[in-house]
């Protein structure tokens, strides 16, 4: 178990088992209505599984195995498991036919194989993912960070609403987010890794959108890896909280701008990932098909564990977990659904 979580000495939830199983309901329903409404979205249905060798899978940073198998009745295809639906939600902007200044949401669930479990991380993954309609002349950094302040809004509204239902969880988010790219948080912090540098930014200002995540900084090192095919580098970034509980950041949404025909072309490049312009959705996006967008995902467990002040991602999310990390709950009175 991660260093922060075994300084909590006798930690106790604050809310019971069953009231644990409620409250996570009354999250969820609460921030996805005010979601929506914030950001002018309409639930649609999505895949857990797709076809192979469509270029719609998430490819994460790259090196993560998807899980797939072979259909019995499904001849000549390769089934993978979803990671995310980052691709999948600009293709069905463009199927569904929405608006300039609409667009939709959706319950992703997924399964990552690879993921190193901790008290934040899971093999199983449950995160809104949206998407909306942009111009092209809104591909900027301004239209960024208003729908960032849209969505910190909704998470100030969430927080207020448990707090209103259960007096025991104490508001801790500040009155607004502090923007920084990552190029400037390295500039401040040289001798810190990525991650040491979101803990002090975090800590500092309680609430922060670190933007520019996916290039080369100046150090010729990554803030953090993604996928050169759906975020414009140079126009994304992720919601980071302070958290009191843990004593460190947490990340509870990532998102961005998406790539224009242009961006796609320099990412896939340095990326040395070129073969994939021949893929059905990068062709879409290279022939001006699809929709200029802007979309993330927002995991709806690390909400559920922010607001209900959880130490384990567990205590909000039913999962898999190893020998050791079971133990260690155990003994460190955590409780895991």
């Known amino acids: 178990m991660s260093n922060s979580l075994s300084t909590?000495?006798?930690y106790s939830s604050k809310l019971d088992l069953l009231q644990t199983e409620v409250a996570i309901k009354r999250t969820k329903d609460f921030f996805e209505s005010?979601?929506?409404?914030?950001?002018?979205?309409?639930?649609?249905?999505?895949?857990?599984?797709?076809?192979?060798g469509k270029g719609l899978n998430d490819d994460l940073n790259g090196v993560e195995r998807m899980v797939s198998?072979?259909?019995?009745?499904?001849?000549?295809?390769n089934i993978e498991i979803v990671q995310s639906l980052a691709k999948w939600k600009r293709m069905a902007l463009a199927r569904y036919g929405f608006a300039l200044g609409a667009g939709l949401y959706t319950d992703m669930n997924a399964i990552r194989r690879d993921e190193v479990l901790d008290h934040l991380h899971s093999i199983y993954v449950d995160q809104w993912d949206w998407e909306k309609i942009i111009s092209k002349e809104q591909r900027n950094i301004e239209?960024?960070?208003?729908?960032v302040q849209k969505i910190y809004q909704v998470f100030k509204n969430t927080e207020k609403h448990l707090h209103e239902l259960y007096p025991v969880l104490t508001p801790v988010l500040p009155e607004e987010i502090h923007f920084i790219t990552t190029q400037e948080?390295?500039?401040?912090?040289?001798?810190?890794?990525?991650?040491?540098r979101e803990d002090r930014i975090a800590k500092e200002f309680g609430a922060v959108f670190i933007m520019q995540i996916g290039g080369q900084l100046l150090s010729g090192v990554k803030h953090d890896g993604r996928s050169p095919d759906y975020d414009d580098w140079s126009l994304n970034g992720d919601i980071i909280f302070w958290y009191p509980e843990l004593e460190?950041?947490?990340e509870v949404s990532s998102m961005g701008i998406r790539v224009d025909e242009d961006a796609l072309k320099k990412q896939l490049k340095i990326s040395n990932n070129e073969d994939r312009m021949s893929l059905e959705y990068h062709q879409a996006v290279l022939n001006r098909e699809l929709p200029y967008t802007i979309g993330g995902g927002i995991g709806q467990s690390r909400i559920c564990m922010f607001f209900l002040k959880k130490v384990h991602?567990?205590?909000?999310?039913?999962?898999v977990w190893n020998d050791q990390i079971?133990?260690?709950?155990?003994?460190?009175?955590?409780?895991?659904?």
């Not at 991602?313 to 999962?319: A, D, K, L, W, Y």
């Open 313 to 319: 991602i567990g205590e909000v999310q039913v999962s």
């Open 143 to 147: 239209t960024l960070k208003s729908e």
């Open 69 to 77: 198998f072979e259909a019995i009745d499904i001849k000549n295809a």
């Open 248 to 250: 460190q950041a947490i």
């Open 34 to 52: 005010s979601l929506a409404g914030a950001l002018n979205l309409t639930r649609v249905s999505a895949p857990i599984l797709l076809k192979s």
């Open 8 to 10: 909590k000495q006798g």
């Open 185 to 196: 948080l390295e500039t401040m912090y040289p001798e810190l890794t990525p991650k040491e």
């Open 326 to 337: 079971l133990e260690d709950c155990s003994k460190a009175n955590i409780t895991l659904l």
